[in-house]
């Protein structure tokens, strides 16, 4: 539901383009990391002295996983804002991302929520089905 609850207080628009914004700052983040573990690694192997050569591999291990939670973190932010960009027209008119949520629901696991909309434009509902990614 902290989908429904960010579109509603945002609206589309405004949360579309936040959602993409952050979703690639994941990206960032994980090309960040990537070059600090490659740093890190390189310098692991420059350096003769065994008790800096641990923390310097336990550095870049850390990084490389870092790098990769920031990884699937961006595919799921954008695979939200996917879902909720490709069901925002209304089917009655074609109008893109100018409805307002009527309604909200959440399946008891917590898997799916069920958002009832109506266009700003000629007033039509629909429903959206949306998976719970974030």
Known sequence: MDVVASLRAQGFRRWYERTLIEAHLWLVTCFLAM???VALFETHNETLIPAQRL???V???FC???AWAAYRR???TLAC???VGHAAACPGCG???RFEIVAASEDDDGGQARITARCRKCGGSWRL???NHV
Do not use: D, K, N, W
């Open 55 to 57: 923390p310097l591999l």
């Open 35 to 37: 070059i600090l573990a």
């Open 129 to 131: 089905s949306l998976q």
């Open 59 to 61: 550095g870049a291990v």
């Open 64 to 66: 490389v996983l870092g």
């Open 81 to 83: 804002a996917e879902q």
């Open 95 to 97: 109008t893109y991302g």
């Open 74 to 76: 961006y595919f799921r």
